[in-house]
């Protein structure tokens, strides 16, 4: 396994290698959590690999979770046992190989009868078990005191306690971000704004590789591959159809909504949980970078998008359930910013209308012309799924034997720091980077704004070494605002598209666009 070392995180250079590059051993279609595993894990094997994105990496679901590394309580509640082993498994993993974006969370589920607490305790005590010797911490019962104190804004009435236990959470889009750069290290090729526009394909109907256009220069790129694998997320059906045109749609889409209030909604440190809503669902409320996100729904939809739209029920819906849970009613004007994310889950064999009898395990599929898919899944697992994916290449004889090197593997900017109250810190080992150029442009040290912690370096950094590309990119997936404040985030796009364009060499027209652009897109995360 090669050991990370110095390396180029650019467009401009990965465009050079796409040029130089005859034949690939992997191209990767899909830059979200399923797509940069694969790509990871491919690099770190050695094979030559590239990955293709058609917009940012992590534009559509992967930047739109929950924030969370668990097992999954609800899929245990349901039977899903291997799901949940296998998840509480990577999450360990993910907490050994990235703790500078992955964090141990405490969550607690107010009971308001005794039953409830009894069979939530349960439960909960089960799921530590299964984490075997990656187990975070004991789960605990609280009496309605201790429940009261740990979660102050609860509503006290008819509280007869309550259990905490722990899982993971985490930045998902940082973790996108330093996938891409570990696949960097390993040699690897990404391109943001490079969408996969037709399958090449030889006599026989074998699929040889892949035609690419770069969204930014027009270009059109013919790239031969040992291996073509379709990781697009929601968006798996459109490749598919590339390949056979009546191909039965592989995934259904479903729709998660997440609204941010103020943390004051929710003081403290402790998630709250609630384990069945009205039309049983769970909801989580999180702690996140100062803000409470509360969420999620979960609606299937008929249309994929990258930036889908919440709709007025389910933000009702979410609303409503925290308003029986918390002493101070959350009401849309104190919403922050609302964003949708859909679920690529793996579409069912019969017609239904219900998203939990639809699988979230990942499943895989290679045509009869070589083409490999891979749907379902979710964030924790994305590792597994790159390993079974790669894994299942070799066993069809579409690329050499060599084994999985990613359990082990540290993500880049691996750092154990334990100072977790500076928030550069989620940069990792890059931290000490982005102050030597506050150090050597002492005006990148300027804080963008007197809310969010985020100085101007940031920007630049994002631009040099994170392969951001538009004002969206920073303020949405490279610093977070968009999705924390949107109001807040329409203030910054001047300041912002203004440092961008002196790094990136853009005039002023360049800049009036992109402000724009930005203010549009941001109006859709307003109420």
């Known amino acids: 396994m090669k050991e990370p070392r110095p390396f180029v995180f650019s467009r401009e250079h990965f465009l050079q290698q796409l040029q130089q590059e005859g034949l690939w051993d992997v191209v990767v279609i899909g830059g979200g959590a399923t797509g940069l595993g694969i790509a990871v894990d491919a690099a770190s094997r050695g094979y030559k690999t590239v990955l293709l994105e058609q917009a940012d990496f992590a534009k559509g679901t992967s930047s739109r979770s929950t924030k969370l590394v668990h097992g999954g309580v609800r899929y245990l509640a349901q039977g899903h046992i291997k799901l949940v082993l296998e998840a509480l498994r990577e999450r360990g993993r993910l907490l050994q190989n990235a703790p500078h974006l992955v964090n141990v969370q405490s969550f607690i589920i107010p009971t308001y009868s005794w039953w409830d607490r009894l069979v939530y305790g349960f439960g909960l005590t089960v799921y530590d078990w299964m984490a075997g010797k990656l187990r975070l911490r004991s789960t605990t019962f609280l009496s309605a005191q201790e429940t009261a104190q740990q979660l102050p804004n609860i509503k006290p009435k008819g509280l007869t306690g309550g259990v905490q236990y722990f899982d993971g959470q985490f930045d998902d889009t940082r973790l996108a971000i330093n996938l891409a750069q570990t696949c960097a290290e390993q040699d690897g090729v990404l391109l943001n704004y490079m969408p996969v526009v037709n399958l090449l394909k030889d006599g026989h109907g074998k699929v040889v590789g892949v035609q690419a256009k770069d969204l930014e220069s027009g270009q059109h790129y013919s790239l031969q591959a040992k291996t073509v694998i379709n990781a697009t997320g929601v968006f798996v059906n459109s ?79 979410i609303l409503e359930t925290a308003s029986h849970y918390l002493t101070r009613t959350p009401s849309r004007a104190d919403v922050l910013s609302v964003f949708a994310g859909q679920r690529p889950l ?78 550069l810190n989620i940069y990792g080992t890059d931290k000490a980077r982005i102050l030597a150029l506050v150090q050597q442009f002492q005006d990148l040290g300027q804080p963008l704004h007197p ?57 002023a027209s360049w800049e009036e666009i992109q402000i724009k652009q930005f203010q549009a897109l941001a109006r859709q995360y307003v109420l």
């Open 346 to 423: 793996a579409a069912p064999t019969v017609h239904t209308h219900k998203t939990k009898e639809i699988s979230r395990s990942h499943s895989l599929l290679v045509a009869s012309s070589g083409l490999i898919t891979v749907t379902g899944g979710k964030w924790t697992t994305y590792r597994q799924m790159a390993e079974d994916t790669i894994d299942l290449a070799i066993f069809h004889g579409l690329l050499p034997s060599a084994a999985c090197r990613t359990a082990q593997l540290k993500i880049h900017g691996y750092t154990l720091d334990e100072n977790s109250t500076d928030p």
């Open 451 to 507: 809310k969010f912690p985020h100085i101007a370096a940031q920007v630049v950094w994002a631009v040099q070494h994170e392969m951001a590309r538009t004002v969206e990119d920073v303020l949405a997936r490279r610093l977070r605002v968009l999705f924390l404040d949107a109001r807040t985030a329409q203030e910054l796009a001047p300041k912002v598209a203004a440092l961008m364009a002196s790094t990136l060499g853009k005039d």
């Open 239 to 317: 490749i598919l159809h590339m390949d056979a045109p009546a191909q039965a749609p592989l995934v259904r889409p479903s729709q998660g909504v997440h609204v941010v209030l103020d943390q004051s909604f929710l003081k403290g440190e402790n998630a709250l949980m609630i384990p069945k809503t009205s039309d049983g669902r769970v909801l989580f409320m999180v702690p996140w970078h100062g803000y409470l996100l509360v969420g999620t729904t979960d609606t299937l939809v008929n249309e994929t998008s990258l930036e889908p739209q919440a709709q007025e029920q389910e933000i009702d819906f």
